[in-house]
């Protein structure tokens, strides 16, 4: 093989979209990996400022009222309200491609009962603007934290209920692909 | 505020648009510099202020740029904030100008746009959307511009025609504007409804298609620019705020709200006097928004008011209201270069208003709003800017 060839096969080679198994995108800042490390005990863990009281999310380094430095993870209320719903048709990352070439794949903004504004998977498609929903955290196949949204109805007491959620969307194992390299 | 007198913006330069591109950041940001020079009939060390918005520079910084295309200045600027780079450069060289800190500014957006480099952009946009908005979908700004779409369409009963008003018409604009990538394509009512599902509401004209540009203008004393014989732009007013309206859970509305009837009390000119308008059209959706908090309409009455509201360049449509809107086609018919896209509403108003615009020039025009937005930080849009613009006379 030559040099032009090789290249070219190294080129394909990196291509997500020919790999055998795609991932949720595990890139997160040193912030975003605190919050997946705070969220593997509990339902859901966001940042409470020890001055103000104020809580917050996307965490950060200081706390967005006040400016104070003491930011602790604590257990937060899961309930909050659907402020808005979408069916994603394209995405950029190649285990999302692969999701929804089955089925759209739904997400939704939630205002958390708790203050803070999320992004969240969303999981079931009976929503409309205005229900009330739960929140809660799970590891995703990345092994990074995400927030999932779940009607007001559903049972996500025991660590058990909610990782078999997250199992019934796939979101706890990588795509694969479909006809082998 | 003090105001703008004895400042001029001019010698627009759009170029290069292209949806992939072997050239980095440096060559459309150095390109756009050479076709100025040559435009304002200027040497290269009359330039002594630099201001450069981009991407995808990388470890480059507008410092670096100024040894590799040869500059020497005594002002030197990056403003990174993408959909409100060019007013930000336009308001802060103004000012620079006015001080008497610099004779000539180059004011510069550009992009380039390789294999792939869209997705690590989205990826790495800012650390609360690497942590809270990537990893849902990792759709890019589609992510949160579908739900502020479906929430802006759920709350004032919009409806995908009347995203489509804005759409078409510009895709008219654009089919007389030579610079638009989409420009040889028409539009039609029953493309724009069955494309593709994106992301929600949002089917493929409502998003724009990322690409490579670069565009600019050059802001120097309005004397300098008699000087050179070069038609001219002056500043009536301009104001900028980010990060308003905080606490709305979901954006419907933007920082113009915060400044905009001073911008109108100042310039002395109202939104029924512009002879066109040009917002920051990343989605339909936020053209509205600016439409709304700009004061052409009430919240909620954009669908109303694009519905009875021409928007073509030549007022060649069917609404009795006429106001020109997006002349070139905007990003969603000419492409979103990156940074550039900060700059395309003001290099557009500058060709307008100064007689420079071939098939597209809107008649007569003499006053020109034009609007930005940008930075999706997370949720929404961070940034605001508007700057009333009119021709100076020869």
């Not at chain 1, 995405?91 to 089955?102: D, G, T």
């Not at chain 2, 800012?126 to 739900?147: E, H, K, Q, R, V």
């Not at chain 2, 933007?254 to 920051?280: K, M």
Request: net charge neutral; with cysteine.
């Amino acid at each position: 093989m030559n040099i032009k060839d090789k290249m070219r096969a190294r080129l394909k080679l990196s291509r997500p979209s020919l790999r055998a198994e795609a991932r949720p995108p595990g890139q997160r800042s040193v912030c975003g990996s605190q919050f997946s490390a705070a969220n593997l005990p509990g339902a859901l863990q966001l940042q409470h400022c020890t001055d103000c009281g104020h809580i917050q999310y996307p965490p950060a380094e200081l706390c967005g009222a006040c400016l104070g430095h003491t930011l602790i993870y604590r257990n937060t209320a899961c309930e909050g309200t659907l402020l808005a719903q979408s069916q994603l048709h394209h995405s950029l990352w190649e285990y999302f491609k692969r999701r929804i070439s089955e089925a759209p794949w739904p997400v939704a903004t939630v205002r958390l009962n708790a203050g803070p504004v999320v992004i969240a998977h969303l999981v079931g498609r009976d929503f409309n603007a205005g229900d009330a929903v739960q929140v809660f955290s799970h590891s995703d196949a990345s092994r990074s934290v995400v927030l999932l949204a779940v009607s007001a109805s559903a049972n996500i007491e025991t660590p058990q209920l909610r990782q078999d959620i997250v199992a019934a969307i796939g979101l706890d194992q990588p795509a694969e692909r479909q006809h082998g390299i | 505020m003090k105001d703008y007198s004895g400042v001029v913006l001019t010698a627009p330069i759009s170029l290069g648009y292209a949806r992939q591109s072997p050239h980095g950041a440096a060559w459309f940001v150095g390109s756009v510099l050479r076709e100025m020079i040559r435009a304002a009939g200027i040497n290269k060390v009359d330039i002594d202020g630099f201001s450069v918005s981009s991407f995808s520079l990388g470890v480059d910084s507008a410092v670096a740029l100024t040894q590799h295309f040869g500059l020497c200045v005594r002002w030197l600027e990056q403003a990174n904030v993408g959909g409100v780079s060019g007013i930000l450069a336009m308001r802060r060289a103004a000012r620079a100008v006015q001080c008497g800190e610099a004779e000539i500014v180059a004011c510069i957006g550009g992009d380039g746009a390789a294999h792939r480099s869209f997705e690590h952009t989205a990826a790495h946009f800012s650390n609360w959307s690497t942590d809270a908005a990537f990893p849902y979908g990792a759709a890019g700004p589609n992510g949160p511009f579908s739900l502020i779409t479906a929430h802006y369409m759920e709350r004032y009963q919009a409806q995908r025609e009347d995203f489509a008003r804005i759409c078409l018409d510009q895709r008219y604009n654009a089919n007389h504007f030579p610079g638009a990538l989409l420009g040889h394509k028409k539009l039609s009512l029953s493309d724009y409804l069955n494309a593709r599902p994106i992301a929600g509401p949002l089917h493929l004209f409502d998003c724009v298609m990322p690409c490579a540009g670069g565009e600019g203008f050059l802001v120097m004393s309005e004397e300098r620019a008699r000087q050179l014989k070069l038609p001219a732009v002056k500043i009536l007013a301009a104001d900028e705020c980010h990060n308003a309206h905080a606490d709305d859970p979901i954006q419907d509305r933007g920082g113009w709200t915060r400044y905009i009837h001073d911008l109108y009390n100042s310039a002395a000119v109202g939104p029924e006097e512009v002879d066109f308008l040009q917002t920051y059209d990343d989605y339909p959706v936020i053209s509205m928004l600016q439409m709304e908090d700009l004061g052409f309409c009430s919240k909620g009455n954009a669908p109303e008011f694009v519905g009875r509201t021409d928007m073509r360049f030549d007022q060649s449509g069917p609404g009795m209201h006429k106001l020109p809107h997006n002349t070139s086609g905007g990003q969603l018919s000419c492409g979103q270069a990156g940074a550039a896209a900060g700059f395309l509403g003001v290099t557009e108003s500058l060709r307008q208003l100064t007689g420079q615009s071939q098939k597209n020039q809107v008649p007569n025009a003499r006053v020109g709003l034009v609007s930005g937005y940008g930075m999706v930080n997370y949720d929404r849009g961070v940034c605001t800017a508007a700057a009333m613009l009119q021709g100076v006379d020869r």
